[in-house]
């Protein structure tokens, strides 16, 4: 976790009071008696696991499905968010996060008009 959490556990160990520990480091009791009922509990200085639903749609191995099929061809029409979600096995909705989450636009590469100079130069004037 926190470098501060491991100095206190390595006071701590080095049998260091509390109020000693608080006036050392700069922190309050509270902090102390956290960072140390959590580390007699699960034995490490490390978070605890998180409650609530694993992820199941934006896996490593879905994101890897996706974003490679997009990889392949980036204009076809079969890479629709809808049409991805049916391949790999999600929601279109949860397609839509991988791609913005990879920095990816939902929608098809249009090829823009190629201006030569002299284009440009007509532009101008």
Same mark, same amino acid.
């Given at each position: 976790?926190?470098? $501060?959490?491991? =100095?206190?556990? !390595?006071?701590?160990?080095? *049998?260091?009071?509390?109020?000693?520990?608080?006036?050392?480091? *700069?922190?309050?009791?509270?902090?102390?008696?956290? &960072?140390?009922?959590?580390?007699?509990?699960? +034995?490490? !200085?490390? *978070?605890? /696991?998180?409650? +609530?639903? /694993?992820?199941? =749609?934006?896996? =490593?191995? !879905?994101? $890897?499905?996706?974003?490679?099929?997009?990889?392949? !061809? /980036?204009?076809?029409?079969?890479?629709?968010?809808?049409?991805? +979600?049916?391949?790999?096995? #999600?929601?279109?909705?949860? #397609?839509?996060?991988?791609?913005? +989450?990879?920095?990816?636009? /939902?929608?098809?590469?249009?090829?823009?008009?190629?201006?030569? *100079?002299?284009?440009? &130069?007509?532009? #101008?004037?």
């Amino acid at each position: 976790m926190s470098s $501060q959490h491991s =100095a206190i556990i !390595n006071l701590h160990e080095k *049998d260091k009071g509390a109020t000693e520990i608080g006036r050392l480091l *700069d922190i309050h009791c509270n902090t102390f008696h956290k &960072a140390i009922k959590r580390y007699e509990e699960t +034995g490490s !200085n490390d *978070d605890r /696991p998180r409650s +609530g639903h /694993p992820k199941t =749609a934006s896996t =490593a191995a !879905n994101r $890897q499905k996706i974003l490679s099929r997009i990889a392949r !061809n /980036p204009s076809s029409r079969k890479n629709s968010t809808r049409k991805l +979600g049916k391949t790999v096995g #999600v929601s279109y909705v949860s #397609v839509k996060r991988i791609l913005n +989450g990879a920095g990816l636009k /939902p929608r098809k590469e249009v090829e823009a008009h190629l201006l030569t *100079d002299e284009m440009k &130069a007509k532009r #101008v004037t």
